[in-house]
């Protein structure tokens, strides 16, 4: 038995200031949980729980897993002239290129979508013969590198700030293309309004603007040398509108600066009696990898599957166009475990606050080693390689203010702000029939130390704390040298349609808490390192870091499973492949069904 003297009761609220006072009462089992450890004259007695607690709180070793439930709608039908892809599309038009194939005629267009197997996880087509496997095949696969060939899968975590960045987005009122360098803060464009007979000045935001009523902002111009106003309200009567639009006063502006449709930009001010400290800094994170492709370990989650389900149909020999019966899939549904075969040692990281990394990011990143990616052509109609085009979330919408929706500008080609300096490789395969020779592009693997950018994010150093303004995206489009997509945008071959999917999903290893400790060295024991001096209160201001397997009142806090000196911390994610919009009708498949007369046999998972 322990010793009771060795026990110390402490109240929640003098441990963590949001923890609460509860009444503990102890219970005293008839269970060992310690032992007498003998070694020549001396004893010690062990407490298992105390000693397994401290293990975990020294503990810096992490072995993070997750869970990815993979979302795909396979948007785009197009065709091919590089035979080996035309074999392996998921047909559209089978019935038709069929009639018109007979005799064979080389001059006919298959017109289908890429399989899944171009953006699964783990592809499945090892068996494929003129694609996969000899002879005149596209590439040799491996087994090994299933796993590898689409996705790679890396750890990260967040290392320091981007001031510099330019980010573009549009007002989606007035279609105004609105630039701005992240340091600048949140853009906006305002106009004149009236609630409650009142007369304001109202700012549109595309992102949420964090404000709150009674705080200020600074612009980024001035009224007659004044630059900082109180917020009045927010939205516009509508509550979808708070979180995008706020309100000052018009007290009678005379002249231009507060003209309808002025653009600019805001940072936010918490308390107007410390402009200084209490205003927001702006930035987007850059991420470090700390992992290599062979770390990580992609699994098959068992049998789950997304709610909807595999999408595939029987396509028989006479309705291909090399003659050869198979299962075409256009749509998967599996869920993956993501999982690394080494610890990660955090104990020197920081974050790009400079305090002790408390996330983790898993970073999911294309590689398209198939080729279909990429390539693209550049609005002279020269051979142009554009690699990975990445973004935030307020570029994803359709720039609405043409006829037929088009990608935001942001996306076009020949617009460098997009652009990643992710390194590429570009290789040659030629066909035989006819002669043709076409080039194909991948984006080459990571390594542990290389970066890239993630969030576009607000820092405020008095609340000491970081709020994501907008996620980072990336973009993928076909190579149109090799896929013609089908569509009304076929023409902008500058700024075709394409794929998004989010590359970062955090994990928590550790917390702060939601609360602010203030203190000076003298008065308080143990000011952390990261702490933020405020010279206007003359003293240190800051967020503890709860220990492991602590949950306050508000549900901050971790408590992952811990044995064998390291940590274990797991998360589950939907990945979605996001299409920019669409050119496909499901009735397109039972039109030319009615009018030959045979449909495609219904087929169950097992064929």
């Known amino acids: 038995m322990s010793n009771s003297n060795d026990l110390r009761i402490v109240l929640g609220s003098l441990r963590y200031k949001s923890a609460s006072n ?12 310690s032992k007498e450890n003998v070694e020549f004259d001396r004893s010690l007695d062990i407490n298992l729980s105390e000693l397994y607690d401290r293990e975990r709180q020294q503990s810096t070793n992490f072995r993070p897993t997750c869970k990815f439930s993979v979302l795909f709608k396979n948007a785009y039908t197009g065709y091919s002239n590089y035979e080996r892809f035309e074999k392996v599309l998921s047909y559209v038009n089978e ?26 996880f783990i592809r499945t087509d090892f068996n494929f013969s003129g694609y996969t496997q000899p002879p005149n095949e596209h ?52 106009y004149s309004s009236t609630i409650g007979g009142l007369g ?8 949420k603007h964090n404000l709150t009523v009674g705080e200020y902002v600074k612009l980024d111009f001035s009224y007659n040398g ?71 370990v992609l699994v098959k989650a068992g049998f789950e599957q997304n709610i909807f389900g595999t999408k595939k149909k029987y396509e028989s020999s006479g309705y291909t166009p090399n003659r050869e019966a198979r299962v075409s899939i256009r749509e998967g549904a599996q869920s993956y475990t993501l999982s690394f075969n080494k610890d990660f040692n955090i104990n020197k990281m920081l974050d790009n606050q400079k305090r002790p990394v408390n996330k983790l990011f898993f970073t999911v990143l294309y590689k398209g080693y198939f080729g279909w990616m990429f390539g693209q052509l550049n609005p002279s109609n020269l051979v142009s390689y554009v690699g990975m085009k990445q973004g935030y979330e307020f570029n994803l919408p359709l720039d609405e203010s043409f006829t037929s929706p088009r990608p935001s500008p942001w996306w076009d080609l020949s617009n460098n702000l ?57 973009k993928l489009t076909y190579n149109p040298n090799v896929f013609n997509v089908i ?7 500058d700024n075709p349609l394409g794929f998004y999917y989010k590359p970062h999903y955090d994990i928590k290893i550790r917390d702060f808490s939601d609360y602010i400790e203030k203190g000076t060295p003298k008065e308080v024991v143990g000011v952390p390192d990261y702490s933020y001096f405020s010279t206007s209160d003359n003293e240190f201001r800051w967020r503890d870091i709860y220990t492991y397997g602590f949950i306050d009142n508000q549900g901050n806090g971790v408590n992952y499973p811990f044995f064998n000196d390291t940590h274990y911390p797991y998360e589950s994610y939907t990945f979605r492949i996001i299409p920019e919009g669409t050119n496909y009708i499901e009735s397109d498949i039972n039109y030319y069904a009615n009018l030959y007369g045979s449909a495609s046999p219904i087929v169950d998972n097992c064929e």
């Not at 600066?257 to 930035?283: A, C, H, K, M, Q």
């Not at 569509?487 to 071959?493: A, C, D, E, R, V």
Request: charged content about 15%; glycine content about 4%.
């Open 22 to 33: 509860v009444d503990i009462g102890l219970n005293v089992p008839f269970v060992q949980t």
């Open 226 to 296: 004044t630059d900082t106003y109180q917020i009045f309200s927010l939205g516009t009567g509508i509550d979808s509108t708070k979180p995008y639009t706020f309100n000052i006063v018009n007290i009678g502006f005379t002249g231009s600066t507060f003209n309808n449709n002025t653009t600019g930009t805001f940072r936010r001010i918490i308390n107007i009696d410390n402009p200084v400290e209490t205003l927001s800094s702006y930035y987007v994170i850059k991420h470090k990898i700390i992992s290599n492709t062979d770390d990580a």
């Open 418 to 474: 997009s652009n990643t300096n992710f390194p590429y490789t570009i290789y040659s395969r030629t066909q035989p029939t006819p002669s043709l020779t076409y080039d194909f592009m991948y984006i080459n693997s990571f390594m542990s130390g290389d970066t890239l950018d993630g969030n576009f994010c607000e820092w405020n150093n008095y609340e000491q704390k970081e709020r994501v303004i907008s996620e980072s995206y990336h």
């Open 139 to 190: 590439i040799q696969f491996v087994n090994k590198s299933a796993s590898t060939y689409n996705w790679n899968y890396f750890l990260s975590y967040p290392f320091e700030n981007d001031y510099t960045k330019s980010l573009q987005a549009i007002d989606s009122i007035t279609n105004q293309t609105l630039q701005w360098v992240v340091s600048d803060g949140i853009p906006f464009v305002l």
């Open 487 to 493: 569509s009304s945008n076929n023409g902008l071959q």
């Open 200 to 207: 304001l000045i109202s700012f549109r935001c595309p992102v």
């Open 95 to 120: 019935n038709v290129a069929a009639d018109l194939n007979c005799p064979i005629n080389s001059n006919v267009s298959w017109t289908g979508f890429p399989q899944y197997n171009e953006f699964d």
